[in-house]
Nanobody, 122 residues
Framework: QVQLVESGGGLVQAGGSLRLSCAAS????????MGWFRQAPGKEREFVAA????????YYGDSVKGRFTISRDNAKDTAYLQMNSLKPEDTAVYYC?????????????????WGQGTQGDA
């Protein structure tokens, strides 16, 4: 079972930046597609970004495209989400998720493992 721990959330001014990290307990981290989702109060969980296993192909939700960057370091078993030009509507709890599949998905139901979430406020 993969354990995921997010960090890096906080409060920043609109226009600022945050970098979230997601550390995995799994030594076969490279076997997992990694995704970031977010959930604001009263709203459904929303796809933010995902990255494929080895090649590192990236995918983004329309609302964050051009502002957020997902990356991974398989040697450190860690995924990252760099968030720039933050807007008030980016305020949410951010979750990282892992999917043991070669296929990237934008659906939160397709991810098997989740972190506890970290709050990001702008």
């Amino acid at each position: 079972q993969v354990q995921l721990v997010e960090s890096g959330g906080g409060l920043v001014q609109a226009g600022g930046s945050l970098r979230l990290s997601c550390a995995a307990s799994e030594r076969t981290f490279s076997a997992y597609v990694m995704g970031w989702f977010r959930q604001a109060p009263g709203k459904e969980r929303e796809f933010v970004a995902a990255i494929s296993r080895e090649i590192g192909s990236t995918y983004y939700g329309d609302s964050v495209k051009g502002r957020f960057t997902i990356s991974r370091d398989n040697a450190k078993d860690t995924a990252y989400l760099q968030m720039n030009s933050l807007k008030p509507e980016d305020t949410a709890v951010y979750y990282c998720a892992a999917r043991p599949s070669p296929y990237v998905s934008r659906r939160y139901g397709d991810y098997d493992y989740w972190g506890q979430g970290t709050q990001g406020d702008a």
